[in-house]
């Protein structure tokens, strides 16, 4: 079975430009998970999606920040414009059901210059 | 609000022998579901083991064991005959319901050295 699948794995920019991060869920999950992981915060969780709709968006950072599930299984995370505080490795999760645990895709690794 | 505590943020071991982790956590409610994860170099989230709270037995995975001490909200994870590569950063979660949905509240982390 494919995991779940993360475009791209790394992205180098300079600051003010659009970053759209990718994420393909696992067939069957209803439950989407986007973390931020950096040495000095750790594993932060963004936002999460049950069904395709947001459940809880309070760990987005600002308004710069947004995401979407287009369909039931496919997600962006969007920041516009991009600031060199936001380099960071963007994971992206799926879960079904109930108790299921959590199935990360590989991150992409995101630096803003 | 529920917390996750790893209060060890490196730890070594010697190949072949073992080694606990610890976790924490504080919540007030009585269902709930624990989870170690691994996150080696390559920086991939690997799903290590899960405990149901409602279950007493302590579950096990090969190498892998947890100590569940539920009065105490304690969740140790405990390494037997460490290899190479279990060099890794190893976190604990904690997941609450909301809505429907399992959101997970990760711990700091504990970046763990198997030395040859």
């Known amino acids: 079975d494919a995991g779940v699948i993360q475009s791209p794995r790394h992205e180098v920019t300079e600051m003010g430009q659009e970053v759209t991060l990718r994420c393909k869920l696992i067939?069957?999950?209803?439950?989407l998970f986007w973390y931020r992981q950096t040495m000095m915060r750790g594993l932060e969780l963004l936002i999460y999606?049950?069904?395709?709709?947001?459940?809880?968006d309070s760990g987005m950072p600002e308004d710069r920040f947004s995401a979407k599930m287009p369909n039931a299984s496919f997600s962006t995370l969007k920041i516009q414009p991009s600031e060199p505080r936001d380099s960071a490795v963007y994971f992206c999760a799926s879960s079904g059901t109930g108790n299921q645990p959590q199935h990360f895709g590989d991150g992409t690794r995101l630096s803003i210059l | 609000a529920q917390t996750v505590t790893q209060s060890q943020p490196e730890m070594s071991v010697q190949e072949a022998e073992t080694v606990t982790l610890s976790c924490t956590y504080d919540t007030s409610e009585n269902n709930y579901y624990l989870f170690w994860y691994k996150q080696p170099p390559s920086r991939q989230m690997i799903l290590v083991i899960r405990q149901e709270a409602y279950k007493q037995q302590n579950a096990t995975e090969n190498r892998f064991s947890v100590n569940f001490q539920k009065a105490a909200k304690s969740f140790s994870l405990k390494i037997s005959d460490s290899q190479l590569g279990d060099t890794a950063m190893y976190f604990c979660?904690?997941?609450?319901?909301?809505?429907?949905?399992?959101?997970?509240?990760f711990g700091t982390g504990t970046r763990l050295k198997v030395l040859a």
């Open positions: 999606f049950n069904n395709n709709v947001p459940i809880d």
């Open positions: 067939s069957g999950h209803n439950s």
């Open positions: 979660a904690f997941t609450e319901t909301f809505s429907g949905t399992y959101k997970y509240i």
